[in-house]
């Protein structure tokens, strides 16, 4: 859940720069094949045993659209949180386009985009996700308003918008999942961002922290599916040096380096050159 406030102070600050298609551009590269990759991967597995899913249903998870379409979650319910995320992208290009990025125009709208997520039906609909995208959503927002506070938001509307987060969440988490409020990872998660946050200016940046950054979202989308899988590939070689864990989780990290290094971090370069030729595109027409 860290994951959703971090991601929302950092796209808010990423599209005071970039204009909104070379913004889903970036976006689309750096989500998409990895995720491509994992997805497909999974699939070729369940294949082998015979519980794959239909080509309706595969081509649903791809588009991380599946919320729209009460398509089940890919990578054991990992993706989940790439639905939400993508639609955050989505909502965030959206205001860049219409010019309704200052930072008073956001604030009002942050807050009545959070007042609606507690009254609009839940999204996605059905499933044991039901309603999640509603509720998790206004973290994202939540994350934004840290970043408009440092540029001159009061603090009083901060605070008042992080109690109606809360809010929303509890409303909605006793609506539709009242097993979960006895769970409290996400005030945990929040003041994690929050310590982060507080003392980001005293955080040093060093090369094993940057490449533990980089392997982060392979991690995520592979961490939940793949592990049991290496753990099942390894038992057949006997290996009993380590245990059984720690040799699927070194394969992991294997896997997800290299998952980083040759798909994720090329895609990102691919998408940095389609800009470039987009933009160049652009300004032969203009002319």
């Known amino acids: 859940m860290v994951f959703f406030l971090v991601s929302g102070y950092i796209i808010i600050h990423v599209l005071q720069t970039e204009k909104p298609v070379e913004f889903l551009i970036k976006r689309a590269f750096r989500i998409y094949p990895l995720y491509f990759v994992a997805v497909l991967g999974q699939y070729a597995f369940l294949a082998i045993d015979g519980q794959s899913p239909d080509w309706g249903t595969l081509l649903s998870q791809l588009s991380l659209l599946g919320d729209f379409f009460g398509t089940p979650n890919a990578l054991n319910g990992v ?164 245990n059984p864990d720690i040799q699927a989780l070194i394969v992991l990290l294997i896997v997800c380096f290299m998952m980083t290094k040759y798909i994720e971090k090329s895609s990102i370069r691919l998408g940095r050159a389609v800009v470039t030729k987009f933009a160049s595109r652009s300004s032969a027409w203009r002319s």
């Open 79 to 242: 993706e989940w949180t790439l639905r939400v995320e993508v639609m955050f992208y989505l909502f965030m290009a959206a205001l860049r386009y219409f010019n309704l990025n200052s930072h008073n125009k956001l604030t009002y709208i942050f807050i009545t985009t959070t007042l609606l997520c507690g009254y609009i039906s839940p999204i996605p609909y059905v499933g044991w996700a039901k309603g999640f995208a509603t509720y998790y959503f206004p973290f994202l927002l939540l994350g934004s308003m840290f970043y408009l506070f440092e540029k001159g938001l009061r603090l009083s509307v901060l605070v008042i918008f992080i109690i109606l987060v809360f809010f929303n969440y509890f409303h909605l988490t006793g609506k539709y999942h009242p097993d979960h409020l006895g769970l409290h990872f996400m005030i945990l998660a929040f003041f994690i961002f929050l310590i982060a946050w507080a003392f980001r200016e005293h955080l040093q940046v060093t090369g094993y922290v940057l490449l533990l950054s980089d392997m982060t979202y392979a991690v995520y989308l592979f961490h939940n599916w793949f592990f049991e899988y290496a753990k099942r590939g390894l038992a057949h070689f006997k290996v009993s040096v380590l």
